[in-house]
């Protein structure tokens, strides 16, 4: 029985003490959690849980209730050592002596994230993403497209009359009418700022991302580096999904971070995107989330909807978000969201 546990490779079959701390450990628990049974056994096993979970109780709250029914079992979110995130089924099951003594638990995980990746291509929420997405860039390319076919030049016109009219006036009103030019000027290049934000990524998810890289380093002077190891250029509705989270983060970086450099990097991993946002900036408080205050400033405000819709963006995508770093340590903003291509309707209609 203990060659077979140890042999089996596509699950983690591991046992806990009546705490919750690791006591045994198979090849295939290393396969899938990525520690040796060197470096966890003696460990809490809440290590594998999200930070989130842990912080809700999870962990403590699955041992309680395989104690009380004899088994627990769920699905959700685990981590490996390297930090990565994987979908898990996991049965926990309470282990008695002969004399009804509780004296541990054994646990049992299996890795669905390719499962789960591939039944979402089937998945009528992942079409109605697809046309969500779709018209969410619609909408954003007309806003665009308005904003600088008729908003700016409308500006751009005044600033102009506004210039010839201070050449005209005598010093004592020209001056005043030079403040409104400066006042309309700043307004144009916020709203150049916003058009070019609402922009569709361009052709390919890496060189969007190093466009929009360049736009930034140009308006701040942050130093950038742009890592890419994709298998392959992910469907469009990944490619959007990854690209407005990336470019909210930068835009947290560049507003809020008071950082010199900045580091995104893309991998394929697990039939999806895996990406982590760095810097090197002011880090975080230690509740990056907070509920707003009754009057927030506007600054704050924005980076606090920022992130949620960060967090919205790729959980409805069916993936994950997670933002950690310490006051003074920088920030990272890392998640993971599926790169499967979306099934097409019988009719052969694009989703």
């Not at 546990?5 to 690791?22: H, K």
């Not at 930070?51 to 709250?61: C, F, I, N, T, Y």
């Not at 959700?76 to 638990?105: C, E, M, N, P």
């Not at 005043?176 to 709203?191: I, K, P, Q, S, Y």
Request: net charge negative.
């Amino acid at each position: 029985m203990r060659l077979l546990v140890q042999s089996i490779l596509d699950y983690a079959i591991f046992m806990l003490d009546p705490r919750g701390v690791i006591v045994s450990w198979n090849v295939g628990a290393q396969r899938i959690k990525g520690y040796s049974a060197e470096e966890i056994i003696g460990t809490h096993f809440s290590v594998f849980y999200p930070p989130e979970d842990v912080a809700a109780g999870r962990p403590a709250k699955g041992l309680a209730e395989a104690a009380a029914d004899g088994r627990w079992e769920e699905e959700g979110w685990r981590v490996r050592k390297d930090g990565t995130r994987f979908w898990a089924s996991v049965v926990i099951t309470a282990l008695y002596d002969d004399g009804g003594g509780l004296r541990g638990f054994g646990k049992v995980t299996r890795d669905l994230t390719e499962r789960r990746s591939m039944s979402r291509a089937l998945d009528e929420r992942g079409l109605l993403l697809a046309r969500l997405v779709q018209a969410q860039e619609r909408e954003r390319r007309r806003i665009a497209s308005g904003v600088h076919d008729d908003t700016i030049q409308s500006m751009v016109a005044v600033g102009m009359r506004l210039r010839t009219w201070a050449e005209k006036l005598p010093e004592e009103h020209a001056a005043e009418v030079r403040t409104l030019d400066e006042t309309v000027e700043a307004a144009v290049n916020r709203l150049r700022d916003l058009a070019f934000s609402l922009r569709p990524p361009a052709e390919g998810l890496v060189e969007s991302l190093a466009a929009y890289l360049d736009q930034v380093k140009a308006g701040t002077g942050l130093t950038h580096e742009l890592r890419a190891d994709l298998d392959g250029e992910p469907p469009a509705e990944t490619v959007v999904t990854v690209y407005r989270i990336c470019q909210e983060a930068l835009t947290n970086v560049r507003k809020h971070a008071g950082a010199s450099r900045v580091t995104v990097e893309l991998s394929s991993l697990d039939l999806g995107v895996h990406v982590t946002v760095q810097d090197d900036g002011a880090g975080l408080e230690p509740s990056p989330l907070p509920s707003p205050s009754p009057s927030p400033s506007p600054d704050a405000e924005a980076r606090h909807f920022g992130l949620i819709e960060m967090r919205e963006r790729a959980e409805a995508a069916g993936g994950w978000w997670h933002i950690r770093g310490t006051p003074g340590g920088g920030t990272t903003v890392e998640f993971w969201v599926p790169a499967v291509p979306l099934a097409r309707r019988d009719h052969g209609e694009d989703p």
